[in-house]
Structure formats: structure tokens, C-alpha cells
């Protein structure tokens, strides 16, 4: 089943006045998908809103990237946008999907984009090695595109704070555990951004 990954760019230094009017607008356009998370950019790539809802269809998600395209006022912020994109993505067979709950307040979202024949030796790689690293910290996502600019990966992990996260690398790397072993040759680029959720996002 998809995951609808909508990013909102918004003017700088006004993601704290969008997300109130952003809440009230999914309260009164509630979306076929399940609503479960926002998050707003803290440290790397700033300005930015995302949201994550989980569709059992496709056609679900398209009826509801519609109604977003026609509204007049998107996220009852029209005059914060910068601008929005949206973009399916596929959970990796061997990951959970996704649940409301408590797992932050940090999360560490970080995006690639694979060569063009990464993501088979990559979900093999992670398949083996993932459970291993979760036993220092929670993987939340592990996700990859299939629209837009293909093929991205973007992988979600929570931490209490960015001390623990800081710790919890630095093991993993000196165990040896991450990163997966030949998982960096099938990347071309790398990202890496800290979101923070709001307050009445599901997922915090």
C-alpha cells in the first residue's frame, strides 16, 4: 500500500504560522488516506512541512492530490507556500507499516537517490542488516519512490534526543553493524535533514 509524502516549502522563518491553520485544515478536508504525520524542518534543508498519510489504493491518493491541486487556499496557508510537491512511496517488504505512536521527538529523515540499478541490492543489503541495528535504536521507515525523480530512498529514524542519536551512530559505525555492508556503492547522492513533529501530528 502507498505512502503519500507531501512536502510543503513555506516562506522563511514561518513554518510556527503555518502548521495551526495546516491542522485545521486536514481536521475540516479529511483525506481517504490515513493521516500520520507532520513534521517540520529543524536542522538541514529549512522551510519545510511534510506530511505522511498511508493510502490502500492509489486511486485514493490521486482523488485527494486533486483536491489539493483545485483548493483555492491548500492547507489554509496559500500565502505562506513557497511551493508543495508529492510523491508515492513503497515501504520496503520486510518493514512495518507505519502507526501512530510516540518514538521522537527527534526524527532523522534522510533522503538518496540510488543509481539506477541500487534499490534490489540495496533492500537485500538492509534486509540483513537492519535487524542488528535496531537492536541499538528503532528503524522507523525505509522507503523508496516510484514517481517523480526516480529512484529515491528515504529512511526515518526516531531518537529521545541528538545526543542519543549522536551515540547510537557512533556505536553502530565502531561495531561494525552499519552501515549495511555495500550499501553506499548503489547511492549517488545523500541528504540528511532532523524534522521535528507537531504537535498534533499521529506519529511524534
Known amino acids: 500500500m502507498p505512502y503519500d509524502v507531501t512536502t510543503i516549502t513555506v516562506q522563511p522563518n514561518t513554518h510556527g504560522k503555518a502548521l495551526p491553520p495546516i491542522e485545521q485544515w486536514l ?4 483525506r481517504k488516506g490515513e493521516f500520520l504525520g507532520c ?6 534543508d529549512l522551510n519545510k512541512i511534510m506530511l505522511l498519510h ?14 489539493v491541486a483545485k483548493s483555492a487556499n491548500p492547507f489554509g496557508c496559500v500565502e ?3 511551493g508543495m510537491s508529492a510523491d508515492t512511496f513503497v515501504m520496503f517488504p520486510f518493514i512495518p507499516a507505519l502507526k501512530p505512536g510516540q518514538y521522537g521527538p527527534i526524527f532523522e529523515i534522510r533522503s538518496y537517490r540510488f543509481k539506477p540499478d541500487g534499490l534490489g541490492p540495496t533492500i537485500a543489503a538492509w534486509e540483513k542488516a537492519v ?58 547522492t545523500m541528504r540528511n535533514d532532523i524534522f521535528l513533529p507537531a504537535s498534533f501530528s499521529p506519529i511524534r
Open 39 to 44: 513534521f517540520a524542518s529543524e536542522i538541514g
Open 131 to 188: 535487524p542488528a541495528r535496531a537492536k541499538l535504536s528503532p528503524l522507523l521507515a525505509a522507503m523508496y519512490s516510484v514517481t517523480g525523480e526516480v529512484t529515491r530512498f528515504m529512511h526515518i529514524w526516531p531518537y529521545p534526543s541528538l545526543e542519543v542519536r549522536a551515540a547510537t551512530r557512533k556505536t553502530a559505525i565502531d561495531t561494525g553493524v552499519w552501515p549495511p555492508a555495500g550499501g553506499p556503492v548503489h547511492l549517488a
Open 27 to 30: 481536521k475540516a478536508n479529511p
Open 80 to 82: 505562506l507556500i513557497a
Open 54 to 67: 498511508h493510502y490502500a489504493s492509489g486511486a485514493d491518493m490521486i482523488t485527494d492530490r486533486e483536491s
